[in-house]
């Protein structure tokens, strides 16, 4: 179902709000975040996020502190894991959890268990997910070993989208450029041909492509 839909999305945004709403409803956590990193980033605050359900009502101070919290922290026991170690962590009984940064906050929001997994592209962590359920909940090691199956569908995903972002960026460069910049095919027929070739030439780029150079 997962790689369905995030095949089917329109882009990596719309790919992980939908997983991420997914894999609430059939974990049945009651609380979840997608938080991501620009390519080359620093780990320390994530550049976006998205949380479910989409209108979080109650758990604003607990998504607030989320959001401004330093996730690499070496002292760290959850995403810093997560993060550092590239492995899914869970917290069974956040209760019981001392050592985890949010805990008062998050029992005061009712969150009671915590899992997280991260999402790593060409070697680099691009994000982690986190769910939390308002109950105590032991280790599901089925579901943390899916974790890494979920998460390499996702980078494909994200992988497909940034090709095609760079792909529109160099198409923008060439076709601003006051430089004339024509390619070619193997057979030597034009197959693209900028505003400037047609100053240049007077060719407009409809007359030139398909034509041999």
């Known amino acids: 179902s997962l790689a369905r839909v995030s095949g089917e999305a329109k882009g990596p945004a719309e790919a992980m709000r939908v997983c991420l709403e997914r894999l609430c409803e059939f974990g049945k956590w009651t609380l979840g975040r997608m938080a991501s990193y620009r390519s ?18 109650g758990f604003d101070e607990f998504i607030r502190v989320s959001n401004n919290l330093d996730h690499v922290k070496p002292e760290g026991r959850f995403i810093s894991v997560v993060l550092r170690e590239r492995k899914p962590v869970w917290l069974a009984d956040l209760s ?19 899992f997280a997994f991260p999402l790593v592209i060409q070697d680099e962590v691009a994000g982690f997910f986190e769910f939390y359920a308002a109950t105590p909940r032991p280790p599901d090691p089925l579901l943390m ?15 497909h989208s940034r090709a095609r972002e760079i792909q529109a960026q160099l198409a923008a460069i060439v076709e601003s ?3 004339a910049i024509v390619s070619r095919d193997r057979d030597g027929n034009i197959v693209s041909w900028n505003a400037a070739a047609e100053r240049m030439f007077g060719w407009t780029a409809r007359e030139a492509i398909g034509r041999p150079i």
């Open 145 to 159: 070993e899916a974790s890494e199956l979920i998460a390499s569908q996702l980078a494909v995903v994200v992988e």
């Open 96 to 114: 019981a959890a001392c050592d985890f940064g949010r805990r008062s906050i998050a029992l005061a929001h009712g969150l009671r268990a915590a």
């Open 177 to 179: 450029s006051n430089d």
């Open 40 to 57: 080359g980033g620093s780990l320390h605050l994530p550049d976006s996020e998205i949380w479910y359900p989409a209108d979080p009502a």
